[in-house]
């Protein structure tokens, strides 16, 4: 009778009659292990999930910080060529 109690759902507030009271508490405590069970069974996903997001950061700032030294890299590469475009200008002058 306590599976067929775990798969119905009686109304708010309503006792089961059809069940003693050892059987409700029992059907109480498997309805409290079931629910239990998946509430660490979604913690352990939202824990995944979080350090699956940490990890795609942490790959994002590697690309950032790459594109901003290669960004650096040109803007140096640039100063460079127009000092010395500069300094050519003026010995020919």
Known sequence: EIEAALRSRPQRGRKRENLSNEERLELTRTRNREHAKSTRMRKKARYQELLDNE??????????????????????????????????SVNQA
Not at 58 to 78: G, S
């Open 55 to 88: 990890e795609k950061f942490k790959e994002l700032q590697k690309v950032r910080d790459l594109t901003n030294e290669r960004l650096k890299c040109v803007e140096d590469f640039l100063a460079i060529r127009t000092q010395m475009l500069r300094g050519l």
